[in-house]
């Protein structure tokens, strides 16, 4: 029995002794499990924080994205779509949804990858590349710079994508486009004033000659006849250098504030009566404010806009003029060049055959003509650009194919009063007055001497300034005019002007040159010269001016 007692006893304190243990592992294990929990706990924590942060990261970079006011696009490897921003969204709005397509289909309209492609060479270089590409036709948007960024994974440098960012560079487009072709219409018109000053003299020693054997000549004299056919071919050419000299820069003859209705209605007339076809309308605003502008190169542009408008509409057609006055703000008109204020507007609409964005942007080309070879020299609305641009104006046209053109003319108003018409008899006028001749050219000196002697005055030359400052300083008191060329060598007519003046304040000078009235005469004018006069002229004009810088009625 006691043996049985021994035997149980064991049994019991090995049982407590593995109950014992096994607690104690149990004790362990549980330890375990809360410091695992705990642990666990500690990385939910940080797994929930790590979330917030990207999850306020993602929501910063997303407001980053769409505050940008380039268009942003994030292309996967194969070209499609990842993400895009706001400004793609309202560029491309009439092809969302944008995600999921391939980036060339929606922005560019192509079947293919573009070429050149700055995201396909970015992702086979893992550089940034750079592109100009033209946008989508008939897009408000026409011209992109394109940016493309390689999209790189940290740990094994593998490119994963691309980030294009699309900048609008429309306006810049045109702003270039327009100063190149200001640059191009300055080179020209030097060139242009140039070649028509030293046309201009050699046509005058030609009308000069003309006019002195027009006055020996017997009215029934047979060479009569063609001494006349002679003076109409010197005016032809002289209205060709006058288109040179309308695109030439200060290409201005005589400023005056007239009407501009007034001298449209009479193009208009002149213009209806030779084209039958056409049916004119016009629509003038009454109040028309004034304008100060040369006649006679005002009535070539609209010439020549009209005459456009009819060669568009060989089968007859509608052609509309308007007047009215605007005023133009500086957002309007930046790209121009011109400053804001007063203006009035003249439109010339036709219903003709329109024309394309290419012939568009030459059209004011000096050269540039559709017409056939022989048909046209291309100066017509080369000249118009340049007179309405000399004026402080703008001209700017609308046109599609098939849809007709339209012209619009701004020039800017004046505060002036609209002057009266000068009329001149048509007898030439004699003198007796003594006038000394400066010019460089012997052929105008030694033309325009005889013409003179022909009106009956004494006549005193110097080839060049010094010559006639020296001239004058001696014999000022008989001489009564100086006909003073403006371009000279050595010392112009500025120059020389200047020298007169302080010998005698009251003198009487007459400007002549082979240029028009550009900037330089006028401010000559201003300092007190008493007139201008264009070669080439003819007696009747010479005999008109010195009368006027005479102050002689005629």
């Known amino acids: 029995m006691e043996k049985v007692r021994e035997i149980v006893q064991d049994r019991l304190e090995t049982s407590k002794a593995e109950l014992e243990k096994a607690f104690e592992e149990v004790k362990q294990s549980t330890h375990e499990i809360a410091r695992s929990n705990r642990e666990l706990q500690l990385e939910i924590g940080e797994r929930r924080r790590i979330e917030k942060a990207l999850h306020e990261s993602e929501g910063f970079l997303e407001d980053v994205i769409e505050s940008i006011q380039d268009g942003i696009s994030v292309l996967n490897p194969d070209l499609t779509i990842r993400h895009v921003n706001g400004v793609m969204k309202r560029w491309y709005q009439d092809r969302l949804p944008l995600v999921g397509k391939n980036c060339f289909a929606c922005y560019c309209n192509r079947k293919e990858p573009c070429e050149p492609c700055p995201s396909l060479r970015s992702l086979k270089s893992g550089r940034a590349e750079r592109d100009i590409l033209a946008g989508l036709p008939g897009s408000a948007v026409e011209w992109f710079e394109v940016f493309s960024f390689p999209i790189k994974d940290k740990d094994n440098g593998r490119i994963t994508g691309v980030v294009e960012s699309l900048r609008d560079i429309t306006e810049r487009k045109r702003l270039e486009s327009q100063l190149a072709q200001a640059e191009r219409m300055d080179s020209i018109g030097r060139l242009a004033g140039g070649v028509a000053h030293d046309f201009n003299n050699l046509l005058m020693g030609i009308q000069g000659r003309t006019s002195l054997m027009l006055s020996d000549a017997e009215p029934h004299h047979p060479f009569v006849e063609h001494l006349k056919g002679i ?3 010197v005016k032809n050419a002289a209205d060709l250098t006058r288109q040179l000299l309308g695109f030439a820069r200060g290409g201005k003859y005589e400023v ?3 009407d501009i209705n007034t001298l449209i209605a009479e193009n208009v007339a002149m213009f209806g009566r030779t084209k039958k076809e056409l049916n004119i309308i016009s629509e003038f605003q009454d109040d028309i404010w004034p304008t100060e502008v040369d006649q006679g190169q005002i ?17 007859g057609g509608e052609l509309t003029v308007k007047t009215k006055n605007v005023s133009l703000d500086f957002n309007l008109i930046k790209t121009y060049g011109v400053n804001p204020g007063r203006y009035i507007e003249v439109t010339v609409t036709d219903t003709g055959i329109g024309m394309d964005e290419a012939t568009r942007k030459r059209l004011f080309d000096p050269f540039f003509t559709t017409k056939d070879r022989g048909r046209g020299t291309g ?6 650009y340049g007179i309405v641009k000399n004026h402080h104006g703008l001209i700017t046209v609308k046109s599609q194919p098939g849809l007709g053109a339209t012209f619009t003319v701004y020039l800017p108003a004046s505060e002036k009063a609209v002057l009266k018409e000068k009329h001149y008899t048509r007898a030439i006028a004699n003198g007796s007055e003594t006038v000394l001749l400066v010019d460089d050219e012997d052929m105008i000196i030694e033309v325009g001497s005889k013409l003179l002697q022909r009106l ?9 300034g010094l010559q006639a400052v020296e001239i004058y300083q001696a014999r000022q008191r008989e001489i009564d005019c100086v006909i003073l060329d403006m371009i000279m060598p050595d010392q112009n007519g500025g120059e020389t002007f200047d020298q007169l003046k302080q010998i005698d304040t009251d003198i009487n000078v007459l400007l002549s040159s082979g240029y028009s009235l550009n900037d330089q005469a006028s401010e000559i004018l201003k300092r007190g010269c008493k007139g201008f006069i264009q070669k080439p002229f003819n007696l009747k004009e010479l005999s008109w001016k010195i009368r006027e810088v005479l102050q002689i009625p005629n």
């Open 299 to 315: 009535n070539q542009v609209f010439l020549n806009l009209f005459v456009n408008a009819w060669e568009a509409m060989p089968q």
């Open 456 to 464: 009956g005055y004494h006549v005193l030359t110097a080839r060049n």
């Open 231 to 233: 003076e109409t071919y």
């Open 379 to 384: 100066l017509g609305l080369a000249s118009a």
């Open 256 to 258: 005056k504030v007239i």
